[in-house]
C-alpha cells in the first residue's frame, strides 16, 4: 500500500542523528505535534541483521522494534518545539513481543505523548503488521538542548 509522507527518510535523518545501519523508520505518514506520530518501515530479507538473527528462519529482533518506535518517538519531540536538542531515551516499560516480524512486512510504529511535564516526555508505542499488533512498549525520555 503507498503510504503519505510527512516526512521522507532525508527529512528523517535531519531530525535523528541515526544513521545506516541504526536509522529503523523510513517514513512519518501521521503527525499531530505534540500529540501522536506514525512512521513506517520496510523490513527487507536483506537486512543485516537477518544474517545472524536467525540464519535458517529470519525474525526481525524485537528490541529492534522497540528501537524503531523509540525513533519515531523522538521525531515527535523534535517536531513538537524542541528543534536542535536531543532526545535521550530513560526508560522503557511493559514491553510485549506478540508476533514475529518477518522480511516482507511493512512495520507501523505508532506513538502517543502520554505525558509531557517539562523536559520529560512520556510515550506509549505500538508496531503493526497489516492492521495486527505486533509489539509495544511505554518509553520515558529527556528532552534536552545540553548533554545528560
Ligand atoms: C513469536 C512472537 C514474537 N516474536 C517472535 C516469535 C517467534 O515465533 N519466534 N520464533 C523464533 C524461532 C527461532 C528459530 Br532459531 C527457529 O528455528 C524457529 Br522454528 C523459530 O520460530
Redesign the pocket.
Given at each position: 500500500m503507498i503510504m503519505p509522507i510527512i516526512m521522507d527518510v532525508q527529512q528523517i535523518k535531519e531530525a535523528l542523528p541515526h544513521r545506516y545501519p541504526f536509522l529503523l523508520v523510513d517514513r512519518v505518514i501521521e503527525m499531530e505535534e505534540g500529540k501522536s506520530i506514525t512512521g513506517l518501515k520496510n523490513v527487507t530479507a536483506n537486512e543485516e541483521f537477518f544474517n545472524g538473527h536467525?540464519p535458517?528462519?529470519p525474525?526481525m529482533p524485537?528490541v529492534l522494534q522497540v528501537e524503531a518506535l523509540a525513533q519515531v518517538a523522538g521525531v515527535l519531540a523534535i517536531k513538537s518545539g524542541a528543534a536542535g536538542s536531543m532526545v535521550y531515551f530513560m526508560s522503557i516499560d511493559g514491553v510485549k513481543?506478540?508476533?514475529?516480524v518477518v522480511p516482507g512486512d511493512q512495520l507501523i510504529l505508532k506513538a502517543t505523548v502520554i505525558q509531557h511535564r517539562g523536559k520529560i516526555w512520556k510515550f506509549r508505542g505500538e508496531s503493526f503488521v497489516d492492521g495486527t499488533l505486533v509489539s509495544e512498549a511505554e518509553f520515558m525520555a529527556m528532552v534536552s538542548s545540553e548533554g545528560v
Open positions: 536467525f535458517a528462519k525474525i524485537g513481543f506478540r508476533k514475529p
